[in-house]
């Protein structure tokens, strides 16, 4: 090639051009809001000189000038491509913010719907990093239909690859539902945002008055919503708990996780766990001094740590193999499940059956949460949602019963009847219909009233109820659990039933779907 040619001096130009279009004054404005650029975000995530941009030189589509300014960028807005993240083949796409405040165009959507598409037919992840003013006003429908194919892509990849989505400026309107659609998302406190109608509409329809934060800020979304299920003080933070996050997971729905170096530093057998369960049945403790000690020393990842904290998920290891985690929390609400926990529970439970990874269930439920308001609001359909995705999850399901398993919610936490494969208890379990106080105060109501000292039969009555009915070996004895285990072998006994289970299979009907109580 003649380098002096004019063929070679219109491309010399054209990168040219792309450089000064990303401007070091315009980092400076993402930098003093607390945010990156796209461009670093992207080289924060992926490993160093394996990126590769597509779609570098496409321009925005024309737009009446009368609506808005036409801005003849370079990209339009949005950076896509793929790469290596920990060595491993990864999609994704950053939206700019810096030109046309990173809304969605036709030309925009169609780059991330191509992204999508490659993602999807080569099974590998792909990552969002959305930071948009939503759509582009000026394109009108076509910006409109752009969501549409970019939703539309979601839903056919669910369940296939995994689809991890970054919210780190506004999500506005119509963008809010990528990554709703998503397996995950990861959120920026104070300086990322999601919401349908921003704070000047519920101002003009509602006349309240209401800041970014406080309608859509991560914390929000991470405690209230759920929508968030990670959140970080900064990007940089955020996108290093991305990477590592990405380590536990398949690039698709027919390969395993990855298995990473064994760590031996973890104990088989620990005394420790002896004496986590109080001697109180009523006394809470915290699952999570549990959970450390059966998994792989510093593997656990938490999900939704801020959302109905009662139950715990998360992804962790044992014996370098990703594991799924679904724990009740008796220091919270005494680990008894409502909406929100079921709902919560039951969609990390379906991610993890989509995506072959085991799930260890650790039990500890009084039964569901009882109230006019919880009735009201449908914990009989949502509580259904967690007895749906248990039993209709094909991978190897665990269950440990560390105390109580009372009622309806024994059955819903995995057991064995609804298709759970190893079924283990505590001596400290208490399986049964309800609990000790509420099973006498209705089986001897009559001589607890007619009693000269109600207080004293009462405790008696429960000691007897615990000992005849609700303790473990009735329960092992009978079948409906496989056996009562010393908690120090239960990390032990855990590795086998894995072993186990390694090449389980199961052929399930065929159908189009199910229908899970929305």
């Known amino acids: 090639m003649d380098i002096s040619g004019k063929s070679y001096k219109a491309f010399l130009k054209r990168q040219e051009a ?3 279009q990303y ?4 980092a400076e404005k993402q930098h003093s809001k607390g945010k990156l650029t796209a461009q670093e975000r992207i080289n924060l995530l992926f490993d160093p000189g394996t990126f590769e941009e597509i779609d570098t030189f496409v321009t925005p589509a024309d737009q009446p000038v009368e609506f808005g300014r036409v801005e003849r960028t370079y990209g339009d807005g949005v950076i896509v491509g793929y790469g290596k993240v920990n060595g491993r083949l990864i999609f994704a796409y950053a939206q700019d913010f810096t030109i046309m405040g990173g809304s969605l165009g036709a030309v925009h959507s169609r780059k991330i719907a191509k992204i999508q598409e490659m993602a999807l037919k080569m099974g590998s992840p792909i990552i969002g990093m959305m930071d948009s003013g939503g759509a582009r006003i000026q394109e009108g ?6 969501y549409a194919s970019i939703f539309q892509n979601i839903i056919h990849s669910s369940g296939i690859i995994p689809q991890i989505s970054v919210i780190m400026g506004p999500a506005a309107g119509g963008a809010v539902y990528s990554p709703a659609l998503t397996d995950f998302v990861f959120m920026v406190n104070h300086t990322s945002y999601m919401f349908v109608t921003g704070p000047n509409v519920v101002r003009e329809v509602l006349n309240e008055e209401v800041t970014f ?17 990670m959140i970080y ?12 996050f990405l380590t536990y997971l ?13 760590d031996n530093s973890t104990p088989d057998i620990n005394d420790k766990l002896r004496d986590i369960v109080p001697d109180d049945p009523n006394k809470p403790y915290d699952v999570k001094d549990v959970i450390n000690l059966l998994v792989d020393r510093n593997s656990f990842f938490e999900t939704a740590e801020l959302y109905a904290p009662n139950i715990v998920t998360g992804l962790a290891r044992i014996k370098g193999k990703t594991i799924g985690i679904v724990a009740n929390q008796p220091k919270v609400l005494a680990g008894v499940l409502d909406i929100d926990s079921s709902t919560k529970g039951a969609r990390f439970i379906r991610f993890c059956d989509a995506f072959n990874i085991p799930i260890i269930t650790l039990e500890d439920v009084p039964g569901f949460l009882p109230g006019v308001n919880q009735e009201h609001a449908g914990i009989i359909r949502n509580g259904a949602k967690l007895l749906f995705a248990y039993s209709e999850a094909t991978v ?13 919610a024994f059955i819903v936490m995995n057991c064995k009847k609804l298709g759970g494969d190893f079924s283990f208890a505590w001596p400290t379990a208490e399986i049964a219909v309800m609990g000790p106080d509420g099973a006498v105060a209705i089986l001897y109501r009559k001589e607890l009233a007619e009693s000269s000292n109600p207080a004293e039969l009462k405790k ?16 092992d004895e009978s079948g409906y659990i496989d056996e009562v285990i010393d908690p120090a072998i239960t990390r032990k006994k855990i590795i086998s039933a894995l072993q186990a289970l390694s090449n389980k299979w199961v052929k399930v009907p065929s159908r189009k779907h199910g229908n899970m109580p929305l």
Do not use: W
């Not at 979304?221 to 968030?228: I, L, M, N, T, W």
């Not at 398949?250 to 064994?262: H, W």
């Open 23 to 26: 401007s070091e004054k315009q």
């Open 460 to 475: 008696e009555l429960v000691k007897k109820y615990r000992d005849k009915i609700a303790n473990p070996f009735i329960a």
């Open 233 to 244: 003080d900064d990007e940089e933070n955020t996108i290093m708990a991305l990477k590592k």
């Open 141 to 146: 429908v076509a910006s409109l239909s752009g």
């Open 396 to 408: 190897p399901r665990i269950t440990v019963i560390l105390r109580k398993a009372y009622g309806g």
């Open 213 to 229: 934060d406080e309608l859509g800020g991560a914390e929000v979304h991470a405690c209230k919503s759920g929508v968030a299920h």
């Open 18 to 20: 792309l450089k000064k």
């Open 250 to 262: 398949p690039s698709n729905n027919v390969e395993n996780p990855p298995v990473v170096s064994e």
